[in-house]
């Protein structure tokens, strides 16, 4: 727990993703007040599941791995909480049972992944304070420290900033203010590519002929994931499948109507679902920057020059959810670094607090 609380060493967190979150628990730990300002009505980002017909899908992130230590442990203490579940040692391709075990259980969330962040919520409590539902539109810099301003026009200030929002959005939020960056970070955050995603969400009145355990995983085709939520154990009351399209289709599905998308993905389902069931409701969800293919190789990018701005999120490092948990602690350890070091410490516009200005 916090030590101690730096009235004046606040920073300012754009996106309450895995990532923000991460960053804003390691912040409040050593004693750095956050600011977490989010434009979803709820935290978690691409951690994200949805109700629909009575039951629970998962449609962003499925499932995770935990490779490093540091994320072991966590995951394991959501373990022994009961939070965190096993689903499987991996998925079959529909055509063949899972060749070998990798050494890396498939976890998954009870109830969903969107707990996760709702846990991590929980542990950041009122040591940082949550803006959801609020859009950031633009970020600048401002004396030794940043000015974000939100669509409804309320104007933060703090010594130090964190993006996590998908690096082309929160370098869209930079504007001419990344011109300020050197043209070494400006280069290596333009490198970073993220696949889109077209997911669709199907409750369905019946059985599948899904393999065990009851997903398929099939990295370089049309379709590249469909898994039953029922069986994966989130959705006890109904059973919801979830579907991806990979990135082709995604790509070729992104301008078609929602009808359309709708289809072509039923029509996919339909190959795997028992005869006589039946599709009662379907859902699409697009996701223009689902997961990162060509990644920064650090764990999060300080960019120099500037009052403490850290760009963070699963670009830097993994493109997973354990590689957005890591940037989030590294982010965290890079402001508390800069911020040490006296970066921004001379700022004093008011202590961030939101204002108004509408
Ligand atoms: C379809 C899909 C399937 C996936 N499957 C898996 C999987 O099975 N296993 C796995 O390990 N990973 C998977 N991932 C990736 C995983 O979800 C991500 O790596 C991880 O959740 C990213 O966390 P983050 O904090 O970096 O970003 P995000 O979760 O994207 O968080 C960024 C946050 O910034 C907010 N934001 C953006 N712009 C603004 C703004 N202007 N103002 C305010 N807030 C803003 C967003 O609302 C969001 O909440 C999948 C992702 C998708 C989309």
Redesign the pocket.
């Known amino acids: 727990m916090p030590s101690q609380t730096h009235l004046d060493s606040e920073v300012l967190i ?7 979150l991460a960053a804003a628990r390691a912040l409040a730990q050593a004693g750095y007040r956050g600011h977490v ?4 009505s709820s ?5 994200a599941t949805r109700r629909i017909a009575g039951g629970l899908a998962d ?7 935990a490779r490093s230590e540091v994320w072991k442990a966590q995951v394991a203490q959501w373990q022994s909480e009961g939070l965190v579940t096993i689903w499987s040692n991996g998925f079959s391709d529909g055509k063949r049972p899972v060749e070998s075990f990798d050494g890396h259980p498939r976890f998954v969330t009870r109830e969903g992944m969107n707990r996760l962040a709702k846990r991590l919520a929980v542990d950041v409590g009122e040591l940082a304070s949550f803006h959801l539902d ?4 633009s970020v600048e810099p401002l004396g030794n420290g940043w000015l974000a301003v939100a669509e409804s026009g309320t104007r933060w200030t703090a010594p130090a900033l964190l993006l ?3 690096v082309p ?1 929160s370098l869209a ?1 930079l504007g001419d203010a990344a011109g300020r960056m050197s043209s070494a970070d400006r280069d290596a955050l333009t490198r970073i590519v993220y696949a889109p ?1 077209v ?1 669709g969400l199907f409750a369905v009145g019946g059985g599948t002929r899904l393999p065990h355990p009851g997903a398929l995983q099939r990295p370089d085709a049309e379709i590249t994931w469909i898994a039953d939520n029922q069986r994966k154990g989130i959705s006890p009351g109904a059973r919801i499948i979830t579907l ?1 399209a990979g990135t082709r289709l995604s790509q070729s599905l992104w301008d078609q109507s929602e009808a359309t998308g709708l289809q072509v993905l039923s029509a996919e389902l339909s190959h795997w679902l028992e005869p006589g069931t039946a599709i009662h409701e379907a859902h699409l969800k697009r ?1 223009r ?3 990162p293919i060509v990644t920064h190789p650090e764990r999060c990018l300080l960019a120099s020059g500037l009052s403490p701005l850290v760009f ?4 830097f490092g993994e ?6 948990y890591l ?2 602690l590294a982010a965290a350890a890079a402001l508390i670094e800069a911020l040490s070091q006296g970066h921004g410490l001379s700022f004093h516009p008011g202590n961030s607090q939101p204002r108004n200005e509408n």
């Open positions: 754009v996106g309450a993703g895995l990532s923000g300002i989010d434009k979803g935290v978690g980002g691409r951690l449609h962003g992130a499925q499932f995770f791995t609020t859009r950031i539109v996590t929002a998908p959005q939020l995603c997911a991806h996701w920057y689902a997961q963070a999120g699963d670009a493109s997973r959810v354990e590689g957005a940037s989030g």
